[in-house]
């Protein structure tokens, strides 16, 4: 039987997420008999491949230019997407900073924190900020949403064994959770 493949990537995040998808441990190695991880962040191909695959991962928010994209082209080579942990959810801790206009960020985090000197908001080769931080799902459809912060272990190998299966995963009781 041909195997599920998967793509993952990362956006606005702090990696917490994928952390916790190596937290599956043992079962990792059980998964890999009927699952192909074509690219990841913590593999050397970043990018899914355009053939495409069966499913896309994304953890983290969407807060500039260049997630946006990112998260458009998993879209446009998956079938399935899974929007993992929070952030990707409902932007969890990253639109924190939505309570601010964007060049308010910019000045606070590059100018006026208490340890920079003489500070400068990059202006090259720099992705521009989105006004405000955007959940997965506020910029390509979403098909399956696993929210934690990051979400446990148990979570993601649940989903991802109902993956292989062709079911979409249904979270329910400790596998929900939104911390
Ligand atoms: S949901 Fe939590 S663990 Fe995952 S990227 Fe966001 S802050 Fe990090």
Not at 6 to 11: E, K, S
Not at 51 to 73: M, R
Not at 111 to 127: A, F, H, K, L, N
Not at 159 to 176: M, Y
Request: charged residues 25%; glycine residues 8%.
């Amino acid at each position: 039987m041909a195997k599920v493949t998967i793509a993952t990537d990362w956006l606005e995040v702090c990696s917490g997420c994928h952390m916790s998808f190596l937290d599956i441990d043992e079962r990792l190695i059980e998964l890999l008999k009927s699952v192909e991880i074509t690219s990841s962040p913590i593999t050397d191909l970043k990018h899914p491949p355009e053939e495409g695959v069966d499913v896309g991962i994304l953890s983290g928010a969407v807060g500039n230019a260049d997630q946006e994209e990112t998260a458009k082209e998993m879209r446009a080579r998956c079938k399935i997407l899974v929007a993992l942990g929070d952030c990707a959810v409902f932007g969890g801790i990253c639109a924190m900073r939505n309570f601010f206009p964007a060049e308010e960020v910019l000045k606070r985090g590059y100018v006026e924190t208490e340890s920079t000197v003489e500070g400068q908001v990059p202006s090259e080769e720099v992705p521009p900020l989105l006004e405000r931080v955007k959940a997965v799902n506020e910029v390509v459809k979403v098909d399956v949403f696993i929210p934690g912060c990051p979400p446990p272990a148990d979570a993601i190998y649940h989903a991802l064994t109902e993956l292989v299966k062709g079911r979409i995963p249904i979270l329910t009781g400790e596998l929900l959770r939104y911390d």
